[in-house]
């Protein structure tokens, strides 16, 4: 049903919905991301560094965008684009992974470099979560 | 060849990307490899977080990173004048941190992982030091 859902869209890349939210933050490295939900997932596409200055606009787009979508159970990250992160970024993406897990959800990373595949296995994360090559394998897990 | 550079500047999260990116440059006057790169990267974001989130967590200061290298010996001490660490063993282990909300206490690991060495210094009310090496091994030519 996601699947069809989102291949009705006709659309290369996922599809903005009404929860999208777009942030940029000026000064030191950017992160960019928006958020999109997609049946029982949100699906948040990043952009940039996730380090200590920039994780707190990510961590209040999806902290609200968990709070108001109540039938989310999974978190996909599009990390294709993410060319930083470090233990603050993760300790974001773990609490938020606590609340889908709290859901019965997944966490799921799209297409991670091996520089962020690296800091994630180092975390403990790869032990947590799935690693998928396409947001379409991602849904198709979710 | 002898080469040093030493920056000063206020312990804010804005910070962190800067001082990152400058030592990346500084380090990349050797001939280092991009996994290199990243590995520095990480550990001084982390050893800047450190200072900025535990050093400094009531109260404003400086941070002062002095980065030298010789031969293929890259060299890295990240230095605050804030809290400083009272158990210097507990703060090494693997998930300890004073400050539970999302902090992973991954800090010090990820910089023992990414570096050669790790040094770490520290006096109540009076600062912490961490001293870094990374070993640039030689690369043949060609």
Not at chain 1, 121 to 141: N, Q, Y
Not at chain 2, 6 to 15: A, C, V
Not at chain 2, 79 to 100: K, N, S, V, Y
Request: glycine content about 8%; overall charge neutral; hydrophobic content about 45%.
């Amino acid at each position: 049903m996601l699947l069809a859902f989102f291949r009705s869209k006709q659309v290369k890349w996922l599809p903005r919905s009404k929860f999208s939210l777009n942030c940029s933050k000026i000064g030191g490295r950017t992160v960019r991301f928006s958020i999109d939900v997609i049946g029982q997932a949100l699906v948040a596409t990043m952009d940039g560094d996730l380090d200590l200055h920039t994780c707190p606009q990510f961590k209040e787009a999806l902290t609200e965008a968990l709070a108001k979508n109540t039938q989310v159970k999974h978190l996909v990250l599009d990390v294709r684009n993410l060319s930083f992160i470090d233990s603050s970024g993760l300790g974001v993406i773990l609490g938020r992974y606590r609340d889908v897990q709290a859901r019965g959800g997944k966490l799921i990373f799209v297409k991670a470099n091996p520089h962020i595949k690296r800091v994630l296995r180092l975390s403990g994360m790869h032990r947590i979560a799935d690693f998928v090559d396409s947001p379409t394998e991602a849904l198709e897990r979710a | 060849m002898k080469n040093w550079i030493k920056l000063e500047f206020p312990g804010t999260s804005i910070n962190v990307g800067f001082a990152r990116a400058a030592i990346a440059h500084f380090a990349a006057q050797l001939d280092i490899t991009l996994d290199e790169l990243e590995d520095i990267k990480v550990a001084v974001s982390e050893a800047v977080s450190n200072c900025v989130v535990h050093g400094y967590r009531e109260k404003s200061g400086n941070v002062v990173i002095e980065a030298s290298y010789e031969d293929s010996r890259l060299e890295i001490i990240v230095e605050d004048f804030g809290h400083g660490i009272p158990d210097i063993d507990a703060a090494q282990e693997t998930g300890f941190t004073t400050l539970p909300e999302e902090r992973m206490g991954l800090g010090l690991t990820f910089m023992r992982e990414y570096m050669d060495k790790l040094l770490l210094f520290s006096e109540v009310e009076v600062g912490t030091k961490v001293v870094m090496v990374k070993n640039i091994p030689p690369r043949q030519a060609g």
